[in-house]
């Protein structure tokens, strides 16, 4: 089995994310910046993980870009794996090394869709500094804004409608608004370590709407009871199998699930 998971906020959580009072002791520090604590996960959780690990292909999966998902120490030590999808889709990782040949195949598909410029160029018809802060490219595959919420014009409905038509997606999470090219998307990149490693059942898990696809296509899909997917009510036709917890929490929950469908399927295969 392969089991293809997002990290921020399915996996791994801020302070701010937490969503319960956690004792100091029962979490561990996995990701720093500039000095300053980024991201966390609960011990229960990463060993739960590291047991997932052992019986399957663990696969991260996240819209971080290679900087920002090389920052996180766990991933790069103890849970360190030999596939990790990173920019959405856009880049494959084996053992830390972008794929080429993914790169190739994904800038081919680049070619026959609207330009980011274009896109970007439309998306200024709305922005205001009231409510865009800051506007982002990561690794030249999409861009993102962090945004204040509550001063979200009604423009952005109509941009959205258009932006799908364009061959864009979009994607709200927290305070950062995503816009990535349909050819970039997480199921497109697990597709393709699934077959290149012969593997035929995944287990996925992800809060967001860019985690939908994977979700999805997925044999076992876990989604925590928070974040974009919770917030849109979208369950894949019943698919999906919420957390009853929310916040970190849930990460503990969601790898049970997965552990349990992991022993499952390899107690069939061995009859």
């Not at 801020?14 to 979490?27: L, P, Q, W």
């Not at 292909?57 to 103890?78: D, Y």
């Not at 939908?212 to 849109?232: I, M, V």
């Amino acid at each position: 089995m392969l089991f293809a998971s997002d990290l921020d906020q399915t996996l791994i959580y801020s302070r701010r994310s937490f969503r319960h009072e956690a004792a100091e002791e029962d979490i561990r520090l996995i990701e720093v910046l500039d000095g300053k604590e980024i991201s966390f996960m609960t011990h229960k959780a990463i060993s739960l993980l590291k047991q997932v690990s052992e019986k399957a292909l663990f696969v991260p999966v996240t819209t971080r870009t290679i900087e920002q998902f090389k920052r996180i120490s766990i991933f790069q030590s103890e849970l360190a794996a030999e596939y990790a999808v990173t920019s959405n889709g856009g880049n494959i990782l084996i053992n830390g090394t972008p794929d080429s040949g993914w790169n190739a195949r994904i800038a081919e598909q680049l070619k026959d869709g609207m330009p980011r410029e274009e896109m970007l160029e439309k998306f200024q018809e709305i922005v205001h500094e009231e409510w865009v802060l800051k506007q982002r490219t990561a690794d030249d595959l999409f861009s993102y804004c962090i945004i204040d919420r509550e001063k979200i014009p009604a423009e952005l409905e109509s941009f959205t409608q258009w932006l799908s038509e364009a061959g864009w997606t979009h994607s709200m999470q927290g305070r950062k608004l995503y816009f990535v090219p349909k050819p970039v998307s997480k199921w497109a990149a697990i597709e393709y370590i699934k077959n290149l490693v012969g593997e035929d059942t995944v287990s996925a898990a992800g809060d967001s709407l860019l985690d939908l696809c994977l979700l999805e296509n997925a044999d076992y899909a876990f989604a925590p009871r928070h974040g974009e997917l919770q917030e849109k009510g979208q369950d894949s036709q019943g698919k999906i199998t919420r957390t009853e917890r929310e916040g970190i929490l849930a990460s503990e929950e969601i790898l049970a699930g997965v552990l349990e469908k992991t022993d499952h399927h390899l107690n069939a295969v061995q009859r």
